[in-house]
């Protein structure tokens, strides 16, 4: 008999983000958020302690549970790393302030990124409840204008609506300049998180030799969800439409419970099974990640030393900001 093949402990051990001109990477020590700053060229760090929300509590550890409270505690997470990395990039205002910016400091000062954050947040949830839940009931009733009850079908035809409008504005939005910089930068990401998982040196050169498409991947989630979410909502009613929003919303929990099981299973294991589901997911990311060039890289390296101190003691850097890396010369060489 052959001997049984080592289970890799680094599979899941480390998770990240990708910011404005930089990456946010999470393990169980903490999360560090590095930025390349758009004055002087040169990477920046912030570290601070993280403890899950699934750590304070075993309720919070069942299957199913862990997924919902892992998506809230991501939720607050990613809000809170945006409004870190665009502290972090080092814009100067130039010019005298309008009167409605003088307005805005007045009356929030230092708390305004917070309220910008909050509303961006909530027009970001709106948004997502007209393209992926309501906007798809309405073309089921559009198509149904045309050809009569389509019975059971209706779920299907629900289902490819929402996944053409996922892929629809994965699309749009990868036109901006700074959100395609934005899919370079995620690139970086999963090409450095594969290099730590296959236990090579973190280098430039190593990471750039790594795949880009991760199958604990955000946009691979999100795909599984909508997939989840067809199955689930082939039970709902259809009597009205404000009536199966609401009944989508109230199982909303449960599809990302059972997506975040699903993904935590096909990232740490590769089998037929989980390559023809994750497929999909996979495919998707080539829109939502980019090849990054050696400086993003860089960056990316830097993030995900400064997120392992234990690891890479040498690396440690103290809590507060600081100055990692002097700015890249012709794109070469990793940062230390």
């Avoid at 130039?94 to 909050?118: N, Y």
């Avoid at 609401?246 to 059972?258: I, Y």
């Avoid at 392992?308 to 230390?336: D, H, I, Q, T």
Wanted: aromatic residues 8%.
């Amino acid at each position: 008999m052959g001997a049984k093949k080592e289970k890799n402990c680094r599979l899941g051990t480390v998770g990240g983000q990708a910011v404005m001109e930089g990456v946010m990477m999470k393990s169980r020590e903490g999360v560090a958020i590095a930025v390349r700053r758009m004055d002087d060229k040169r990477i920046v760090v912030r570290k601070k302690n993280y403890k899950p929300l699934k750590e304070k509590c075993a309720f919070f550890r069942i299957p199913i549970i862990r997924g919902i409270v892992n998506f809230v505690d991501m939720l607050r997470l990613s809000l809170s790393t945006m409004t870190a990395s665009a502290d972090m990039l080092g814009l100067e205002e130039e010019g005298e302030p309008s009167k409605f910016e003088k307005w805005l400091d007045k009356h929030f000062g230092k708390s305004i990124m917070a309220v910008a954050s909050a509303l961006g947040v909530v027009l970001g949830v709106a948004l997502a409840l007209l393209l992926f839940m309501y906007l798809p009931i309405k073309v089921v009733e559009l198509v149904q204008h045309f050809t009569g009850d389509i019975g059971w079908w209706r779920n299907l035809v629900e289902g490819a609506a929402k996944m053409l409008i996922f892929v629809l504005y994965l699309l749009a939005v990868s036109l901006i300049p700074d959100i395609r910089r934005v899919f370079q930068y995620h690139g970086a990401e999963h090409k450095s998180i594969f290099c730590y998982e296959n236990g090579l040196e973190l280098t430039v050169e190593n990471v750039r030799k790594q795949r880009r498409f991760h199958p604990r991947c955000g946009t691979s989630f999100m795909f599984v969800i909508i997939a989840i979410s067809i199955l689930v909502n082939s039970l709902l009613t259809w009597d009205t439409v404000w009536m199966r929003l609401l009944l989508k919303l109230l199982l909303l929990p449960v599809v990302v419970g059972v997506g975040y099981e699903y993904i935590m299973y096909a990232g740490k294991h590769d089998n037929v099974v989980t390559r023809i589901f994750s497929a999909p997911g996979l495919w998707m990311q080539r829109i939502t990640t980019k090849e990054p060039d050696d400086s993003q890289m860089e960056v990316a390296i830097v993030s995900i030393k400064s997120a392992l101190p234990s690891e890479f003691a040498g690396f440690e850097v103290p809590l507060e900001e600081k100055v990692l890396a002097e700015p890249v010369k012709g794109g070469e060489g990793a940062a230390e």
